[in-house]
């Protein structure tokens, strides 16, 4: 029987999918330090992991048994992708399963700056029935989502389905890709009708300075620092789901307290789990603790995704 450590969980219809396909399935959370002893002393051959566990050239090198690698999720830095493979190692992960969560999470985000419902919902418990009418006053000058422009930087599969939801909400989407020159962003209705929009890639500097809102939709590095923000519209906004430090998070902090950035979001942070409280606590952050691609619906592609991929290795 294949042995499989779903170090970092695993969606309960991909266990079942495996478990029927012959695999035993242990989702026990094996610490860091102890993980290359776990995976030899329990002939462990199939190791999965979200972004939490790394796989880095220590493990690789010490579990010689280990024959796949498998990532639910996109982000494959948190694994030596390329020495695994020199070593004959499978490594595969799901990155179209979370698209449609991640752009949901980064509008929930916009719509959370705009009306500053981070911090409405820190304030209300505390002082909503004795300072309604100050609290009133002080949240009353948010603004609309509709007839705002959006630059998206990184415009794969994230990227682009944030561009639909911006296009639903009636915003001008400006993107950048270095691999995309030009995308069909198809938005599909309810009633089985769709409309496409062609969106071309353009360098930044063309729409740095012409968005209240920028997006960033690249595997990892940073993108955003000081530079690039004093290109940006005085009060723009911005957005992080990407990774820790794409949007440099001194720089950040700087330009969120001279004002010149109103607000930003954050769902990834530098030192994760660990991040910086400065951030933590600013009030110009509207923060969520790196839950993009966690959704139920997301969670269950992601499963079934990777279980199907493992199970396609060690049968063939
Ligand atoms: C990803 O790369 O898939 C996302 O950042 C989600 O990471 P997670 O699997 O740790 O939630």
């Known amino acids: 029987m ?25 989702t026990t959370k094996v610490e860091q330090a102890d993980l290359a002893d776990y995976i030899n002393n329990n002939n462990i051959s199939a190791l999965t992991v979200r972004s939490a566990t790394k796989v880095r050239k220590d493990i690789i090198d010490a579990c010689p048994g280990l024959k796949l690698i498998g990532r639910g999720g996109v982000g494959m830095d948190n694994i030596d992708v390329e020495y695994a493979r020199e070593k004959g ?46 609290l009133k006053k002080n949240y009353s000058e948010g603004i609309e989502l509709s007839g705002k422009s959006i630059g998206i930087i990184g415009f794969g599969r994230i990227g682009q389905a944030v561009a639909k939801y911006a296009i639903g909400n009636g915003m001008r989407v400006y993107a ?3 691999y995309t020159t030009m995308a069909t962003i198809k938005i599909d209705f309810f009633d089985g009708s769709s409309k496409e929009f062609l969106i071309s890639s353009a360098p930044v500097n063309d729409f740095i300075s012409k968005c209240d809102f920028i997006t960033v939709h690249v595997p990892g590095g940073e993108i955003i620092g000081e530079k690039e923000i004093a290109l940006m519209k005085d009060g723009v906004m911005l957005i992080n789901a ?36 400065t ?4 009030p110009k952050i509207s923060l969520t603790p790196h839950t993009g691609a966690s959704t139920k619906e997301a969670q269950l592609r992601i499963g079934t995704e990777l279980a199907q991929l493992i199970i396609d290795f060690f049968q063939k």
């Open 2 to 26: 294949i042995k499989l450590l779903a170090n970092d969980g695993i969606d309960a219809s991909g266990k079942k999918m495996l478990e029927a396909a012959g695999f035993d399935v242990i």
């Open 89 to 134: 190692i499978k490594v595969v992960n799901t990155p179209a399963a979370s698209s449609q969560s991640v752009a949901e999470l980064v509008i929930a985000h916009m719509y959370s700056m705009v009306r500053f419902l981070h911090l409405s919902n820190r304030e209300m418990p505390v002082k909503g029935s004795t300072e309604f009418n100050t």
């Open 176 to 178: 950048y890709d270095p």
């Open 242 to 277: 990407a990774r820790g430090g794409v949007i440099n998070e001194t720089a950040l902090l700087n330009a969120l307290n001279s004002g010149k950035v109103a607000c930003a979001a954050l769902d990834v942070f530098n030192n994760e789990p660990t991040p910086d409280s």
């Open 279 to 282: 951030l933590l606590t600013h």
